[in-house]
């Protein structure tokens, strides 16, 4: 069964850390580029950057460069997304979703993971 | 990378059609056909609806139709049904490896 899974919901302070993990399962891992996009209470959707399970190699959103990392763990089918320098306007649902093979398109999303930043 | 331009809101009443426009730039959705649509239900994770402008997943009816002209693409819900009623995203490959979502937009059905 296709599946993309995340890590659950997070409380963090403004300047902190968060790292979210998204655990796949039911295909080849390597195969399909993973992306995050987050989305603000009641905003649109924001796309952060993307990985390639296989080689590891990343692109980012200029908005995002030197705030995200992301990386993976083939050996547990899982990848991370870090975001560091947390702000209040970082509160968001961060979803993990896999691209159609060949193509330009989400075809599998996680469920969400919801970090709010607060003091 | 700005995000691209789509009316806050569009509505119909059921049975009749609504399309929605999704404006950008020559750096992505006039370059590119990778337009991708999604439908959004309140709580819910997105749904891939139209993919490369104009094609259907299977399992997505064909009341949803999607098109390009220029530096706008388009979607048109025909026959609007009340399970319609969601957010509606566009979403676009651009130059240098970038990618932009649409502003959204939110379809009530009347």
């Known amino acids: 069964q296709l599946q993309v899974v995340q890590s659950g919901a997070e409380v963090k302070k403004p300047g902190a850390s968060v790292k979210v993990s998204c655990k796949t399962s039911?295909?080849?891992?390597?195969?399909?580029?993973l992306h995050w996009v987050r989305q603000a209470p009641g905003q649109g959707l924001e796309w952060l950057g993307r990985?390639?399970?296989?080689?590891?190699?990343?692109d980012y959103a200029q908005n995002f460069q030197g705030r995200v990392t992301l990386t993976r763990d083939t050996s547990i089918s899982t990848a991370y997304m870090e975001l560091s320098g947390l702000r209040s306007d970082d509160t968001a649902v961060y979803y993990c979703?896999?691209?159609?093979?060949?193509?330009?398109?989400?075809?599998?999303w996680g469920q969400g993971t919801l970090v709010t930043v607060s003091s | 990378q700005s995000a691209l331009t789509q009316p806050p809101s569009a509505s119909g009443s059921p049975g009749q059609s609504v399309t929605i426009s999704c404006t950008g730039t020559?750096?992505?959705?006039?370059?590119?056909?990778?337009v991708s649509w999604y439908q959004q239900h309140p709580g819910k994770a997105p749904k891939v609806i139209i993919y490369?402008?104009?094609k259907r997943p299977s399992g997505v009816p064909d009341r949803f139709s999607g098109s390009k002209s220029g530096n706008t693409a388009s979607l048109t819900v025909s026959g609007l049904q009340a399970e319609d009623e969601a957010d509606y995203y566009c979403?676009?490959?651009?130059?240098?490896?970038?990618?932009?979502f649409g502003t959204g937009t939110k379809v009530t059905v009347l």
């Open positions: 979403y676009s490959y651009a130059a240098n490896n970038n990618r932009v």
């Open positions: 990985i390639n399970p296989n080689s590891g190699d990343s």
């Open positions: 039911g295909y080849s891992f390597h195969t399909f580029w």
């Open positions: 490369d402008v104009s």
């Open positions: 979703v896999r691209v159609a093979k060949g193509y330009f398109y989400f075809d599998l």
């Open positions: 020559s750096s992505d959705v006039g370059g590119y056909d990778y």
